[in-house]
């Protein structure tokens, strides 16, 4: 069925990142199957939210688990969790504007485009630190009697001298305060699927559904420490409270669940294996243009393991880069910077669009007389 070309939508290649503004990441079809079969019956949403909870914290080696509308979702709902500790009479406060005032902790280091969901939890966000470095003294001085929690934002893009995880939870272990990392595009490695919250000890880890798990762009995940996992549960949906407007479908649950289990059982080095393919054949074809540097670099736009290609232009026209790109058909959408560089990536690709990723950047160039 033709349904985008039937409202007019161009379909693009996606060599930039899994970004929602893109669609998210594609499904498998064995993804859709499941979300196909999940439609045509009736369940308890109760029991179903209970049970693939179950299963995704086995398959990810944690305790609990909890199916959300996305990572956005994810943060506001582990929040409320931690501000209620799942009591349905702070619950009714908190509805009622009569809760007591609640802070979330961040390094400023930390600030992300999406901590907002933070306020949609009826908290404040409290900065520690500069943009450069965060001393332990500053997070401990910040603690108090109005503390919800801290959140800690993972990924190697971000400032390294900011504290680190181990260090944050030591911390909050001797004030009693939970932790909660936002993990959202932290795939690959599989591992840190368990790492934050087995490993390094915070207390819940969210994850993006629609990202590299490549479940339903409406999806996210809370994993962590059961007691925390049932907080949450009280809060959400089917339950008609707080996050009631944060309500997952059968149908997605059945998506992500088999996306999960799809991504457990994944051979992670082949695919390593083909992105690394691709992107080598894209540097030695680009590094031919002798007016633009080509670089292979190891790390995504998010700090995983993924690598990807850089290239550098000798003046500050990325965003006419994108622009001579978004005129041709297909689009092929590039992360760029504002200055001088575009970044292009193999594991947004769909079979076949490797060869017209560089076809279309060699015509965009060209319009720029490069
Ligand atoms: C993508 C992202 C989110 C939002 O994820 P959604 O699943 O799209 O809601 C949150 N935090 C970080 C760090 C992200 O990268």
């Avoid at 080696?61 to 209620?84: H, M, P, Q, V, W």
């Avoid at 992105?275 to 633009?292: D, F, G, T």
Wanted: net charge neutral; hydrophobic share 45%.
């Amino acid at each position: 069925m033709a349904f985008y070309e039937s409202l007019g939508v161009s379909k693009r290649i996606n060599a930039a990142a899994y970004y929602t503004a893109l669609g998210g990441s594609i499904m498998s079809a064995d993804v859709t199957a499941a979300m196909n079969d999940a439609s045509k019956s009736f369940i308890s949403m109760h029991d179903l939210q209970l049970k693939a909870g179950k299963k995704i914290a086995k398959l990810t080696k944690n305790e609990g688990a909890y199916i959300t509308t996305g990572a956005g979702a994810a943060i506001a709902l582990s929040i409320l969790a931690f501000r209620t500790k799942g009591d349905i009479n702070e619950i009714q406060r908190i509805i009622d504007g009569t809760a007591g005032p609640s802070e979330v902790i961040i390094q400023t280091g930390h600030r992300i485009p999406y901590d907002p969901a933070i306020r949609l939890a009826g908290s404040t966000i409290v900065t520690v630190g500069n943009a450069i470095q965060t001393f332990e003294y500053e997070l401990e001085s910040a603690i108090n009697s109005k503390t919800t929690a801290i959140f800690y934002v993972a990924g190697a893009h971000l400032a390294t001298p900011t504290l680190s995880l181990e260090n944050v939870v030591s911390i909050a272990l001797k004030y009693k305060v939970p932790v909660v990392v936002d993990a959202a595009a932290q795939l690959p490695p599989l591992s840190n699927l368990w790492h934050f919250t087995k490993e390094c000890g915070a207390d819940l880890v969210i994850f993006s559904g629609g990202k590299t798990l490549k479940g339903p762009a409406s999806t996210g995940l809370i994993l962590g420490k059961s007691a925390w996992i049932e907080a949450v549960r009280t809060n959400g949906a089917p339950f008609q409270r707080l996050a009631r407007a944060f309500k997952v479908g059968k149908e997605e649950i059945a998506g992500i669940v088999t996306a999960v289990e799809q991504y457990v059982n994944l051979d992670h080095a082949a695919e390593f294996d083909g992105w690394e393919r691709v992107i080598n054949a894209w540097v030695n074809e680009l590094s031919i243009i002798p007016k633009i540097k080509v670089l292979k670099e190891d790390l995504n736009e998010a700090g995983q393991p993924i690598p990807r290609v850089a290239i550098h232009f000798s003046s500050d026209i990325a965003l006419e880069a994108v622009a001579a790109l978004q005129e041709l058909d297909p689009i092929v959408e590039v992360v760029h910077n504002f200055r001088n560089t575009i970044w292009l990536s193999a594991d947004g690709l769909q079979k076949g669009e490797e060869k017209v990723v560089t076809e279309q950047v060699k015509k965009a160039l060209a319009k720029l007389n490069l």
